[in-house]
């Protein structure tokens, strides 16, 4: 069964910071794509980052570019997503999601991955 469970959500300042991890199983790691999400009320959702196993795969939103860093321990299956200097607009539900054999491209294309988690609230007082 395939698991993803997201922690490290929570109530912090504009400009604090937060990590947040994402623990899979289930599937192969190694093989998979792996993408942060976000969706705030009454907003589509956005896609956020996603990093694969090819070398170099990576995507970061323009939003959060230069301010969250997206990481992978295959070591432990789990994916990190270190979010800096936090606005109130980053105020959402964060959720990852997961596909096997997939690139971040697909992502980057707007292809829905299969797994996702139940998501943890980040909000960012002003």
């Known amino acids: 069964e395939v698991q993803l469970v997201e922690s490290g959500g929570g109530l912090v300042q504009a400009g604090g910071s937060l990590r947040l991890s994402c623990a899979a199983s289930?599937?192969?790691?190694?093989?998979?794509?792996i993408g942060w999400f976000r969706q705030a009320p009454g907003k589509e959702r956005e896609k956020v980052s996603c990093?694969?196993?090819?070398?170099?795969?990576?995507y970061v939103a323009d939003s959060v570019k230069g301010r969250f860093t997206i990481s992978k321990d295959n070591g432990k299956n789990t994916v990190y997503l270190q979010m800096n200097s936090l606005k109130p607009e980053d105020t959402a539900v964060y959720y990852c999601?997961?596909?096997?054999?997939?690139?971040?491209?697909?992502?980057?294309?707007?292809?829905?991955?299969?797994?996702w988690g139940q998501g943890t609230q980040v909000t960012v007082s002003s």
């Open positions: 999601a997961a596909e096997s054999s997939w690139d971040c491209l697909n992502v980057v294309a707007g292809l829905t991955m299969n797994f």
């Open positions: 289930g599937f192969s790691f190694d093989d998979a794509a």
């Open positions: 990093i694969s196993s090819r070398d170099g795969d990576l």
